[in-house]
């Protein structure tokens, strides 16, 4: 039997094992031998409330000066290159509603532009307080009707057109709470592969590695679960936002996607990172907040334990990295990869 066939034939075993297990999906080989790309239908035409929170912050990207949210909410609408405005039905059966949550003070260009390219499918709500990212996404949710809510950063830029038939497929699943997306840094760098709690310390996993690598055991490759994932992309159904009762707003500026994800998982759900969705993330640009010891110490005292040991990592790799890398199996066995870096991977 050749190769292809055979990985075709497996993707019809997954496909029966779908059916078995009463799933609406379906499954084909993916990019990688061994690898199955599962494709889950949108049901029931589902509104998605996109929450931005912005100050219209600007910055040079590829060249060319942009207004942030500008680009991220556009390519949102983007579809073969041209936009649809007010709600438009996108591929997948999706619509969206456009809740931007603009600071008090802005320049009005920000609003014309966003109100240009949304139409009628943005609502503004105006932040008149000092800068606490968590109140901004609660004003935002409370302002917004959809079914389903994604958290989005300004400074992003849409890079997968079915991002979100994806994670709204697997938010779909009454068991997942939250789903989170792929980012790359603007030189193509992984900004975001799911967050790890270990030992204390938080990070993204695989922080910036080459953005089309499939990571130690195809770990970039695959939806897989993991304990939280970033808010700078992430889909949460609206009764689950609800039920945990929405962003901590304690946490103004660094780690209420942390506390909201372990909140998420305190309520019996799971959270999913998955590879095809994915945005770029143009933080280093936009200016994103240095972490504060206060801030580290809050989450500490409130997550202790659920910070300090991930079920979803392996706890003999090193602390307070965030790369997987550099720490020699006590067997003695060799390394599972040595990147072009000649950084050395354990997996």
């Avoid at 094992?17 to 690898?35: F, Q, W």
């Avoid at 994932?229 to 946490?251: I, Q, S, W």
């Amino acid at each position: 039997m050749s190769k292809p066939e055979a990985y075709n034939r497996g993707a019809r075993a997954v496909g029966d094992h779908l059916t078995r297990c009463g799933i609406d999906a379906t499954a084909e080989p993916g990019k990688y031998a061994g690898i199955y790309r599962i494709r889950r239908p949108v049901r029931d035409r589902p509104t998605v409330s996109v929450i931005v929170p912005t100050r219209g912050s600007r910055g040079r990207i590829w060249g060319a000066e942009r207004i942030f949210v500008h680009d991220a909410v556009a390519s949102l609408l983007r579809v073969t290159g041209q936009h649809e405005l007010a709600g438009a039905e996108l591929v997948g059966g999706i619509d969206l509603e456009i809740v931007a949550v603009i600071d008090e003070g802005t320049d009005a260009v920000v609003e014309r532009g966003l109100r240009s390219i949304a139409g009628d499918a943005l609502t503004v709500v105006t932040y008149g307080r000092p800068f606490n990212f968590a109140e901004k996404i609660n004003l935002g949710v409370a302002a917004s009707s959809g079914d389903y809510v994604l958290l989005l950063n300004d400074d992003t830029e849409l890079l997968d057109p079915g991002s979100l038939q994806e994670m709204v497929g697997l938010a779909q699943d009454r068991s997942v709470g939250m789903v989170g997306a792929k980012l790359l840094f603007e030189d193509g760098r992984l900004q975001h592969g799911g967050h790890v709690y270990h030992r204390g310390f938080i990070s993204h996993a695989l922080l910036g590695w080459p953005g089309d690598h499939p990571g130690p055991y195809r770990a970039l490759a695959v939806e897989r679960e993991c304990s939280g994932v970033t808010a700078a992309a992430a889909l949460v159904r609206r009764d689950v936002f609800d039920e945990v009762g929405g962003m901590n707003e304690a946490f103004a500026v660094n780690y209420n996607d942390v506390d909201f994800s372990l909140r998420v998982r305190a309520s019996g759900r799971r959270i999913i990172w998955t590879p095809h969705a994915s945005w770029y993330h143009f933080e280093q640009q936009s200016g994103e907040h240095p972490i504060l010891d206060e801030e580290i110490l809050t989450v500490q005292q409130l997550w202790g334990r659920d910070i300090d040991v991930d079920p979803f990592y392996n706890s003999n790799l090193a602390p307070g990295r965030t790369d997987w890398l550099e720490l020699p199996l006590r067997s003695g066995a060799p390394p599972y990869e040595v990147l072009p870096d000649g950084r050395v991977s354990w997996g």
